[in-house]
C-alpha cells in the first residue's frame, strides 16, 4: 500500500474502483483536490486519535465533487446530493451495509454545511475538515507543516484557488435555485451579482397560512 503523511492510500478493489470513477469522470482539479481532502481528513483524525474507517473516509472524499461532473449532474438537487446518491449506488453494487452506505452519504450531503457536519460521526467530520483546510485554509496553522507539503508534493494544488471556484459554478449555473440556504449561493452571485434566491423571511410571511 502506497503510504503518503503516514496515510495508507486504500488499494482494496471497492478503493481502486472509485478512483478509476473519479479518473475517468473527473479532471485532474478535482482529482488533485479530492485526494488532499482525503488526507488531510486522515491525518486529523490520525492526530486527534479518533477511530474511523478510513476505506469509507477515502470513497467519502474521492465522490464528494463528483455532482459537479456531467456524469452525475442532476438537473435539480444540489450537487453534493448528486454525490452522495452516486456514492451509494456505487457502494451498494459490493453489498456495503447500509449504516455505512449512510454514513458516506452523510459525509459528501453534509460536506458543506457548517455547524453540522463536524458534529456527527467521524466520517463525516474529517470529510468537512478536510474540506474546509483545502478549499479555505481552516486549521491551516495546526496542520503540521511537514506533512501539509508532503501532500500538496504528491497531489498539487496547480492554480487551485483560481480553478476551484469556476469549477463549483460549472456545477450548478444552471440549478442556481439548489444553491438557497447554503454556501454555494455566494459562488453563483461571484458570477451573477444580481442574482438572489428566495428569503427564507418572505417565505415565511408569503406562505399561504392566513395568520
Wanted: glycine share 6%.
Amino acid at each position: 500500500m502506497r503510504q503518503i503523511a503516514g496515510i495508507q492510500i486504500p488499494d482494496s478493489q471497492l478503493a481502486k474502483d472509485a478512483a478509476d470513477i473519479l479518473r475517468e469522470y473527473g479532471n485532474e482539479l478535482l482529482w488533485n483536490h479530492s485526494n488532499r481532502v482525503f488526507l488531510f481528513g486522515a491525518v486529523n483524525g490520525q492526530k486527534a486519535q479518533q477511530k474511523y474507517d478510513l476505506e469509507l473516509l477515502y470513497v467519502s472524499a474521492l465522490f464528494h465533487d463528483l455532482g459537479l461532473t456531467k456524469e452525475y449532474n442532476s438537473p435539480d438537487l444540489r450537487f453534493e446530493v448528486d454525490g452522495a446518491n452516486a456514492a451509494r449506488s456505487f457502494l451498494q453494487q459490493y453489498q456495503i451495509p447500509h449504516e455505512s452506505t449512510q454514513l458516506v452519504w452523510d459525509a459528501i450531503a453534509l460536506h458543506t454545511t457548517p455547524g453540522v457536519a463536524e458534529h456527527k460521526e467521524s466520517e463525516v467530520a474529517l470529510l468537512f475538515s478536510g474540506v474546509g483546510l483545502d478549499v479555505m485554509g481552516d486549521g491551516f496553522d495546526q496542520f503540521p507543516e511537514d506533512l501539509r507539503e508532503e501532500i500538496i508534493t504528491n497531489f498539487p494544488r496547480n492554480n487551485f484557488k483560481q480553478e476551484i471556484i469556476p469549477a463549483f459554478y460549472e456545477g450548478f449555473k444552471h440549478k442556481p435555485e439548489t444553491t438557497f440556504g447554503n454556501m454555494k449561493e455566494d459562488v453563483v452571485q461571484h458570477f451573477r451579482p444580481d442574482y438572489r434566491n428566495k428569503n427564507f423571511c418572505e417565505c415565511i410571511l408569503h406562505s399561504p397560512w392566513s395568520e
